[in-house]
């Protein structure tokens, strides 16, 4: 079975400072890796995933994520943070069959809760 | 816009009273979850189902119960046999895999 580890329930930074929300995930098989953001008060938006290819991805909002497959790790960074960015951040693993196939189900982390401060 | 629409966002009821959630997409999704959302827990799969007339419970399906009789809707009951139903809910849907989920806003309930 899959699991997912976020290390940080909490990361308190200052506007234009770099962050780093640290992601680790367990599985015996070969997986996809998702970031969502949560809003108060609202469901999540995907924030950036790793399919295949390149294991960087990148945000259209500055973050970025890397795959490592040997740590499995997949953590979310982002070289300057704003007031804005202050959310909830998820990491999500899906499990794939030899086909590719992952039937959508997904295992989320804990949460990491980034506050940017002015 | 295409979107997925829970209603109602919060709902209060009383204990040993079942409560139907409502989640509705217009988005031509064949797949649809249901996800509860608890501090610091964050999202634990409740039922999914791939297809209309399926669905399989998923890791926390006690106490819950869903129907899928419509492509576009896949209503959560909530019975009195949920030991701690007070949480927040989000609905969410995919188009196929690896497709990625798109979430409601959530309804957040509490029991007393």
């Known amino acids: 079975a899959q699991s997912v580890t976020q290390l940080d329930s909490q990361v308190p930074v200052f506007e234009e400072a770099p962050v780093e929300l640290r992601c680790n995930y367990s599985?015996?098989?070969?997986?996809?890796l998702f970031w969502y953001v949560q809003y108060p008060n609202q469901g999540l938006q995907l924030l950036l995933k790793y399919l295949s290819g390149s294991t960087l991805v990148e945000s259209i909002n500055g973050f970025e994520a890397e795959f490592n497959k040997s740590q499995t790790s997949f953590h979310l960074r982002k070289p300057s943070v704003h007031i804005s960015d202050t959310a909830e951040y998820f990491c999500?693993?899906?499990?794939?069959?030899?086909?590719?196939?992952?039937?959508?189900?997904?295992?989320f982390g804990q949460g990491t809760i980034l506050t940017v401060h002015p | 816009d295409g979107g997925i629409t829970q209603s109602p966002k919060y709902l209060f009821r009383k204990e040993g009273q079942n409560v139907t959630l409502s989640c509705e997409q217009n988005?031509?999704?064949?797949?649809m979850y249901w996800y509860r959302q608890d501090p610091g827990q964050g999202l634990r799969l409740i039922y999914y189902?791939?297809?209309?007339?399926?669905?399989q419970k998923g890791d926390i399906a006690e106490g819950y119960s869903v129907s899928r009789e419509k492509k576009e809707s896949f209503p959560l009951t909530v019975t009195s046999a949920q030991k701690n139903p007070t949480a927040f809910y989000l609905c969410?849907?995919?188009?196929?895999?690896?497709?990625?989920?798109?979430f409601g806003n959530g309804t957040r309930l509490t029991v007393t």
């Open positions: 988005l031509n999704h064949d797949a």
């Open positions: 969410a849907s995919s188009r196929d895999t690896p497709s990625p989920l798109h």
């Open positions: 599985s015996s098989v070969s997986v996809y």
């Open positions: 189902s791939q297809i209309v007339n399926d669905f």
């Open positions: 999500a693993v899906s499990e794939r069959d030899a086909g590719g196939t992952s039937y959508g189900k997904l295992t």
